[in-house]
């Protein structure tokens, strides 16, 4: 039984591979639906449970019990590619139209693969949660993205990202007397996290405030071409997320 496990697992494994996503959507489980598939109750999905898992949501979504899905009984977490014509669900591997046992089972590993940022082949309740708020904070980022990209062509230069400073530090400073302090900060019910106090004297001026937003823009644009592109600006959003939550992870 084992063995056949392995082969099986490792053809599906062979499969999710080839998956790469282009949407926003992610693999989405109640609290209930987790605790069902940890079946030995330690608190995370091995990949025996993660098989298991996709087997019993293939057969929730497969209302016509016909043993395969059509677009139409789709979860909605499931991603599409854009094609000529229209929408191809990421699962359909061979593009025949609707979606078997095999392909679902393996866009699911596939999907939690994703999300066993350790490494450890299990994916526990805090990876599934965290993995599901980098979402969240992807469509957030795009929304950033989007409000710097001050002429709408789709990337942000050197010139907009100075012209976002200088608009943030003006919202920001709430009294106008050319510094950001905590009470500004506060009252502007904004997040900290960009803004330091490189000289210690308990205010932000502008060059600070400016250096620590710069340093965001260098570090964005990764292809160092002058420009942040949407994507880059996401991924390094998320990098800095993933790496905060696996150094939390290592102090507990």
């Known amino acids: 039984m084992f063995i056949r496990i392995s082969i099986i697992a490792a053809l599906l494994i062979t499969a999710a591979l080839c998956f790469v996503p282009t ?8 609290k209930a639906e987790f605790t069902a598939a940890d079946a030995d109750h330690d608190g ?26 059509e677009q139409a009984e789709l979860p909605a977490w499931v991603e599409f590619n854009e094609v000529s014509g229209g929408k191809k669900p ?16 393996a866009y699911v590993v596939s999907q939690l693969m994703k999300m066993d940022i350790n490494s450890d082949g299990r994916i526990s309740a805090a990876e599934y949660k965290h993995f599901n708020h980098r979402s969240d904070m992807a469509k957030k980022a795009m ?20 012209e976002l400073i200088r608009k943030n530090f003006k919202e920001i400073d709430t009294n106008k007397d050319g510094f950001i302090t905590k009470d500004d900060i506060k009252s502007a019910k904004v997040g900290g996290d960009y803004y330091e106090d490189i000289d210690k004297d308990k205010k932000i001026d502008l060059l600070e405030f400016g250096a620590r937003m710069l340093e965001v823009f260098y570090r ?3 292809n160092e071409d002058g420009v942040v592109m949407p994507h880059e600006y996401i991924a390094y959003v998320l990098d800095r997320m993933d790496k905060n ?8």
Request: charged share 30%.
């Open 23 to 30: 949407a926003d959507a992610d693999l989405v489980l109640s």
């Open 44 to 69: 995370s999905l091995d990949l025996l449970e993660s098989l298991r898992l996709a087997k019993t949501l293939f057969a929730a979504a497969d209302a016509n019990h016909n043993n395969r899905l």
């Open 90 to 105: 990421l699962p359909d591997i061979d593009a025949n139209g609707y979606i078997d046992e095999q392909e679902f089972t």
């Open 143 to 162: 929304d950033d993205f989007r409000a710097a990209d001050l002429n709408k062509d789709g990337r942000v230069d050197l010139r907009e990202a100075l």
């Open 220 to 222: 964005a644009d990764t």
């Open 245 to 252: 939550y696996a150094l939390s992870a290592r102090k507990q």
